[in-house]
């Protein structure tokens, strides 16, 4: 289905046209992967650097996947042990620090979890206590190390790069696009939004929160060159007895997190970085979160059933969307 689906985009892709805006001529190129639909829009006719950029999205989910029976974590998870890739090595690096930096909400080796609890798979459903008790255990106890080309995983420890990998991708894609001299481009992988440069006439993109409530914008931000990454329990998620588990999962408990917090987007120029803090922000909850986001430097919007905490630095920048009126309060913060 997701190859299919995937081989329409191309092919319509392909008998588009580009358009123009303005005298600048436009250009979108699709496809899916990483589990999500990606695009590309480049701004100034360069539309071999889009695909190629796409390309490389590809790659980096044949490598990074923990699924893919290709891939480098694959083989990793299966063997304790690799031979590293640069991008794995840099991952695996910055997995561990985004674990210090927010006490363990983010945890790189998370997988023992995630697989309990069947995201990677078409069969999800609530394990039993027991099941969550060991493995809770195990993912506490693990860790995963850099040895100059090495990564090694502690027993039965199972690294999972799914809170971080598209951010990786989206900043890697940037820098593609940048080197074949493209100055202006929006990249979006399902939720990372990252921009490349202003908009051709050299004012500020204008990127949208989506409503978790699923009716349109909670509200905007303008941005020059950033990334926009959101985490949301309404993304990816099942229902059984009534109950919704989403697949952020709370290191600490086993459980999907439950801090309060319904959806957490992160402005930050490392679109790596933001995307791992938009996942462990989601577990730490807004408190905890927006004393880390002030220590590094990050802006946030945090989302709750019926309200909208801004930090400061962004106020300027956001825009509610009128249609919040009566449903959400808007606060600013930190
Ligand atoms: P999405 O991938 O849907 O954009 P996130 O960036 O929040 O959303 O990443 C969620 C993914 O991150 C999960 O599918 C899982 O692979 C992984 N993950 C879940 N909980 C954690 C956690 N506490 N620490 C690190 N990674 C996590
Ligand atoms: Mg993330």
Known sequence: M????????????????SCTEGRTEVYT???VAMDTSASVTVYGGNKQAAEDSLRLFEQLDKELSVTGEGSLVYFLNKNGEVTASDNLLYLVNQGNILKQETNGAFNPCIYPLVRLWGFTTDDKKVPSASELEAAVTLVSASDVSVERDKVR?????????GGIAK???SDLMAQLLAERG???AIISLGGNVKTLGTKPNGAEWIVGINSPKGNGLVG?????EMSIVTSGSYLRNFTENGQLYHHIIDPA????????LVSVTVIAPSATLADGLSTAFFVMGKDKAAECAEKLGVDVVFITESSIFVTKGIKEKFTPDSAIEGVYTVEYIC
């Open 2 to 17: 997701k190859k299919l689906l995937a081989l329409l985009l191309i092919i319509t892709i392909a008998v588009l046209p």
């Open 29 to 31: 190129a699709y496809t």
């Open 153 to 161: 995983l502690s027993d039965g420890a199972l690294l999972d790069l």
């Open 167 to 169: 951010g990786y991708a």
């Open 182 to 184: 493209v100055e202006s």
């Open 220 to 224: 905007t931000v303008s941005v020059g």
């Open 253 to 260: 408990t086993g459980y999907p997190a439950d801090s309060g």
